[in-house]
């Protein structure tokens, strides 16, 4: 079984539940405590079934609860040392990790927790380190890359690895170059170390696009700078126009802010 939920996806939070049926792990806590009280409440979830929380990176929209969730519910987080540093030294994280439950990962490590198989690879990012999760379930790999300042070589390996794929597309060029954004923070959105816009994102699934991707979800929109649609429409186009067709050869979802996307399931 494989088993995925978006608690939330932006700069308001971000939160993704995945599951074997038998081990659950969450990738970031940057939605609220109470909310996901909540949301976990409304799908039937129990924060003691988590055996672990994975940190990309220290900015404040992903571990904004890892603190609040980790102690109350001793559940333990996993990330580098130079991300939790970051954690310690973030003020918007109220709550910091417990040192019993802090676990420390190397970028490029492979590990497990219970009968998940973990790799992790770099992501360019303007964070003290951010990094990506690929989860091997058997049959399948799960990966998530967020906040992707350009796409390297590891990020299209582990693209062309994965039947299933969380993938940011934050930003559409003109609606960035066009808005209320001043020129410095535009630089550093578009930036090497930023995030990936619309077209690159579109570009990097049409070069490392295989028959095993069985479905994409795009991640991280940005709210000013950005649409659900136009992602979606320049994705699609993009990948039209190399014989890709989307809702046929591969499903796609376009992730919500600020609301859970539905559990998806996928029985053996």
Same mark, same amino acid.
């Given at each position: 079984m494989f088993q995925f939920l978006s608690f939330g996806s932006g700069s308001c939070g971000n939160c993704y539940y995945i599951s074997n049926g038998n081990t659950s792990v969450l990738i970031d806590a /940057? *939605? /609220?405590?109470?909310r996901m009280k909540r949301h976990f409440k409304e799908y039937g979830l129990k924060f003691s079934s988590l055996k672990a929380i994975l940190v990309t990176h220290d900015h404040t929209d992903h571990i904004k609860?890892? =603190?609040?969730?980790? #102690?109350e519910f001793n559940i333990p987080v996993y990330t580098t040392e130079k991300i939790h540093d970051g954690i310690r030294r973030n003020?918007? !994280?109220t709550k910091k990790i417990e &040192?019993?439950? *802090?676990k420390i990962i190397e970028v490029g490590q492979d590990f497990s927790i219970d009968d998940l198989r973990i790799s992790t690879f770099e992501i360019p990012h303007d964070a003290s380190e951010n990094i990506g999760y690929s989860i091997d379930f058997g049959q399948d790999t799960f990966t998530l890359m967020t906040d992707i300042g350009c796409p390297t070589d590891d990020i299209k390996k582990f693209i062309s690895q994965s039947g299933y794929? *969380?993938?940011?597309? #934050?930003y559409d060029a003109e609606m960035l170059k066009n808005g209320k954004y001043p020129k410095p923070l535009q630089d550093r959105i578009r930036g090497g170390f930023g995030h990936l816009c619309n077209t690159q994102t579109a570009e990097t699934l049409g070069e490392c696009f295989h028959e095993n991707l069985k479905r994409v979800w795009l991640c991280h929109l940005s709210e000013e700078n950005n649409h659900p649609e136009l992602a979606r429409k320049t994705v699609e186009y993009h990948l039209r126009g190399l014989g890709i067709i989307p809702g046929k050869d591969f499903d796609l979802e376009v992730l919500k802010r600020k609301i &859970?996307? =539905?559990?998806? !399931?996928?029985?053996?």
């Open positions: /940057g *939605v /609220g405590i109470r609860a890892v =603190g609040h969730l980790s #102690n003020y918007h !994280t &040192p019993s439950c *802090v794929l *969380v993938i940011e597309a #934050n &859970p996307s =539905g559990l998806f !399931t996928k029985e053996d």
